[in-house]
């Protein structure tokens, strides 16, 4: 574990310069943009990487939207607790005899 003793501003030069490195996209969106206008930096370097870094966020969500419509039909399922594992097996021999789609878990 590393401690640093940095005051306010730093702290947000330094989350805004590592976290790209760490997997931007796992960021919360509202608290990066909020952190990005209260942090003020007078080296052009650190505001080019910090405004890629933004792009490229704002690129993977919008792709990882597109990836997520899928249209997935509603499945309805059942549990039923059984008092041991005889239970379970004459329940699901009677189910699958009935035409129903099931299986056996164990928790």
Not at 44 to 66: D, G, I, S
Request: with cysteine; aromatic share 4%.
């Amino acid at each position: 574990m590393e401690i640093l003793d940095v005051n306010e501003e730093e702290a947000r030069t330094l989350l805004l310069s590592i976290d790209p490195l760490a997997e931007l996209g796992q960021m919360q969106e509202q608290l990066y943009e909020r952190l990005r206008e209260n942090t003020v930096t007078k080296q052009p370097e650190l505001e080019a990487m910090w405004e890629q870094a933004a792009q490229q966020h704002l690129e993977a969500r919008e792709h990882e939207r597109k990836l997520i419509r899928q249209d997935v039909p509603a499945q309805f399922m059942l549990l039923v607790m059984c008092q041991d594992e005889k239970q379970q097996l004459e329940l699901l021999a009677r189910f699958q005899g009935e035409g129903l789609e099931c299986k056996c878990l164990l928790s």
